[in-house]
């Protein structure tokens, strides 16, 4: 501040200076014209020296700036933003801008791990931290940093292969700015962010890359297609499964239904057959020896009206004959016999109910009929269940 005082007090003495010389050209012709023009023109000297000096004195910083002041090409301090006072000739001062700035690395060609050659570029952001050492520490902090993020970027890439470098950007990312930022910070700048801007390998290794990408495309394909005749050949085979089982379910329900009417046509059929004899036996029970004959007779009679011209008679006809002499008196007599009693069939065969067995009703034939149209019904809703859609087809890929 001394300085800058004497500084100001030169100042005041020189303006003082010079303006003796007019107050003595006035005093020498008060009363001429030519002292007032003399004085004019000395005024505006005077006004022109002034505002030389201020410009000269005052060093105007913006707000997203800051001034490092050389005095005598020693560090003085730091301007802040707004006006400052300034010694000209003595004081030098450089401006740094604080804001975020771009650089643009240049592209470069970097031989991966797996000796691929590949352009890089790159974009750093960054800013300056430290005014005073981004300028007393490095000549140019810019230039310094687009070397030092080329020589990085080479170290990081050529420790890594190519399609790791094509896959982890990221991670790319991450190591450059960290290791730019450890760098950088002896002179005061902060480096942000670095991105990759283009990986462009040499047109051999996209040649190669190419050729890969389709062989595993290929590879693929392959493997889809043999997947899907495999699924293809299991859905046929079941199908094949499901439409015999289907076929022999649908071949048992029809011989169970089958045997079934069969066995109940069987049984009304012998039941109806019993029950006839059962009354042929119960009507004959009372008929004797003559009645029998008479019978014979008839049946013999219904021979004879036949169109036949051979007979068969299950017994001698003499006996017939003989029995008929019988009846009619022409010979020995016939003793007439005891009429059957049903207490005596019984007692010689059985019970006619235990022998035939119970008949059914019609309620009862209705019941069952029922039954069996359940049976049919229950076996079409399980047929209709096996056809359903195998689960082989909901695992299926969609197209």
């Not at 005598?72 to 975020?100: A, C, E, S």
């Not at 890969?212 to 493997?223: D, F, L, P, V």
């Not at 050949?233 to 079941?238: D, F, K």
Request: net charge negative.
């Amino acid at each position: 501040m001394k300085i800058e005082k004497l500084y100001v007090a030169a100042c005041t003495a020189l303006m003082a200076l010079l303006a003796l010389p007019l107050a003595a050209a006035e005093s020498h012709d008060s009363d001429g014209e030519g002292s007032w023009g003399f004085l004019i023109f000395a005024f505006f000297i005077l006004f022109a020296l002034t505002i030389v000096v201020l410009f000269a004195v005052i060093r105007q910083v913006n707000a997203y700036e800051i001034g490092v002041r050389l005095r005598l090409g020693k560090y003085h301090d730091l301007l802040n933003p707004g006006w400052n006072f300034v010694l000209p000739f003595l004081d030098q001062v450089i401006m740094v801008d604080l804001r975020t700035q771009v650089l643009d690395v240049p592209r470069q060609e970097v031989i991966t791990k797996d000796n691929s050659p590949t352009m890089v570029d790159a974009v750093i952001y960054f800013r300056v931290a430290d005014g005073k050492r981004a300028i007393l520490e490095v000549t140019s902090y810019r230039q310094a940093i687009i070397t030092m993020a080329q020589t990085t970027l080479r170290a990081v890439i050529g420790d890594m292969e190519l399609d790791h470098v094509l896959a982890n950007r990221d991670k790319i990312n991450l190591g450059l700015r960290d290791r730019l930022d450890i760098e950088t910070d002896k002179w005061g700048v902060k480096v942000e962010n670095v991105e990759i801007r283009e990986v462009d390998p040499s047109p051999n290794v996209k040649q190669a890359m190419e050729d890969q990408t389709a062989a595993e495309r290929n590879r693929r394909a392959s493997i889809l297609r043999a997947d899907g005749d495999k699924r293809s050949a299991i859905l046929n085979a079941e199908g094949d499964k499901q439409s015999r089982i289907l076929e022999a379910e649908g071949l048992r329900q029809a011989q169970i239904l089958e045997a079934q009417g069969q066995r109940t046509a069987h049984i009304l059929q012998q039941q109806g057959e019993a029950q006839g004899l059962r009354i042929i036996s119960m009507g004959a029970a009372a008929l004797d020896s003559k009645a029998l004959t008479v019978l014979s007779l008839d049946t013999l009679k219904k021979l004879g009206e036949g169109a036949a011209t051979k007979l068969l008679f299950p017994f001698e006809l003499t006996k017939l004959m003989e029995g008929a002499a019988e009846y009619v008196g022409a010979s020995r007599a016939t003793p007439d016999k005891e009429i059957s009693q049903v207490a005596d069939v019984e007692k010689a065969l059985g019970s006619a109910d235990d022998i035939l067995g119970p008949i059914p009703t019609a309620e009862e034939m209705a019941k069952e009929m029922k039954a069996i149209k359940d049976e049919v019904t229950a076996a079409t809703v399980h047929t209709a269940a096996s056809t359903a859609k195998p689960k082989e087809l909901d695992q299926l890929p969609e197209e």
